[in-house]
């Protein structure tokens, strides 16, 4: 998984072992999908964690009770298998046992993610908000769904 999102850090973030290791013990969620090694994950969040991520705190400061998809990560000899359909139908599925009824994410709009604003729409996200995250030269779009308990 450290491999994996290493590999992406322009579309998510970087982590050491231990950074990873700690977003780990506070997920409401982990996905994998595993052949040879980690190929595809999705990790998500829900307001309970300890998590001092910008974007994470953007949905705090807004929302009193939900999830957040923290990363999502697919390597490219698994994409357009359904992998993301899967980890979200999952995740829609776990958030909704667990009395939730949002689910939130941002996508980067600079530097742009050309795959995964279409994908969201399609899974019946809507724009929450923006920010310039300062420091990183990036731009994200707040997404989130609403899901029934």
Excluded at 100 to 124: D, K, M, Q, W, Y
């Amino acid at each position: 998984m450290l491999a994996l999102n290493q590999a992406h850090v322009t579309e998510t973030s970087s982590l050491d072992l231990a950074g990873l290791s700690a977003l780990i013990d506070k997920a409401f969620y982990l996905g994998t999908c595993e052949a040879g090694g980690a190929q595809a994950f999705l990790l998500a969040v829900d307001q309970d964690a300890d998590y001092a991520s910008p974007n994470y705190q953007w949905f705090c400061a807004r929302y009193p009770r939900f999830v957040y998809i923290d990363r999502v990560i697919v390597a490219p000899a698994q994409r357009q298998q359904g992998w993301g359909r899967r980890f979200y139908s999952a995740l829609f599925e776990a958030a909704a046992a667990a009395g939730h009824t949002v689910i939130a994410c941002e996508v980067n709009a600079e530097p742009p993610n050309p795959a995964s604003a279409p994908f969201h729409r399609a899974l019946g996200f809507a724009e929450a908000g923006s920010a310039e995250l300062a420091g990183r030269g990036k731009t994200v779009t707040y997404l989130v769904r609403e899901i029934a308990p």
